[in-house]
């Protein structure tokens, strides 16, 4: 079943530099392109997967003795690692965003492109969807929302409109919320419009970048020296977080400098402006686009 393709998977592996006997860690599983590669270059080392959403577990590959799947959202990396007895690691990989299977599956929610549910969550376990945070969120923690995870200028007048609609009619499909806001849509600029809306609310409903704050603060503290730290974005936000952490050791990029003014931080930037897909990979991978990937060793 065609389930993902990973954005610079040959580059984020090449960054992991990895030793035939190591420990390492894919936090975000999917397809387990990344994971699979990784097993290949293993002889006694390990490798521990994380995922929260049970669609992935068909593509689990079958090597009990090297591999441990934990069916978890990756902020319980270091609870879920010392539980297995591991107490460091050598690399660590995450691939954050939203995969193929779960845009192209309609009941996900996840794209404006289909008349689906508005759910959105990664983990299907958990009771809050877009739909309940469209449904009960005031007007003024929308308009947050919206400004804040979709960059949105008129974030308030799009939850204004949201209120509005929904005194009469419930909002619960894609469908609804294209009534109800689409007149805000600019002409000719209408898919990157819902793209940041529908942005905005996957990223409230998963929690995702205080996710993946707690995500980089411990894959800091379980990685051992030299360790590697492979982080590939696909929007600005989370882009800024991973570059402030592997360049200051905290999410705002403010710099502590010794008695010389040399920057003290925890970690050495191995690729100091990312590395971004080139374009023959972009054409055969529609997600590539977007993607940047950084990565970092812990001094």
Known sequence: MFYHVPALLEESIRGLNIRPDGTYVDVT?????????????LKTG??????????VLPNLPADESRFIFLNQNFRFLRNNLRFNDIGSIDGLVADLGVSFHQFDEPERGFTFRQNA??????NRKSRVTAASLLKTLDEQSLAKIFYEYGELVNSRRIAREIVAYRAHSPITKVSDIINAIGKLAPPRFENKFYARVFQALRIEVNHEMDNLKELLEQALEMLNREGRL????????????????MR???FEGVEQKDF????????????????????KEVEENR??????????EKI
């Open 29 to 41: 599983f999917g397809g387990g392109g990344h994971s699979r590669e990784i097993l290949k270059r």
């Open 46 to 55: 390990r490798l521990i997967a994380f995922d929260q959403d049970e669609d």
């Open 117 to 122: 549910p508005l759910d959105m969550r990664m």
């Open 230 to 245: 492979v982080v590939i974005t696909y929007h600005s936000l989370e882009d800024r977080i991973v570059k402030n952490f």
């Open 248 to 250: 200051t050791g905290n």
């Open 260 to 279: 010389y003014g040399n920057l003290i931080a925890p970690l050495r930037i191995i690729n100091k402006k990312g590395t971004i897909p080139d374009e």
């Open 287 to 296: 997600r590539a686009r977007s993607a940047r990937l950084r990565i970092a």
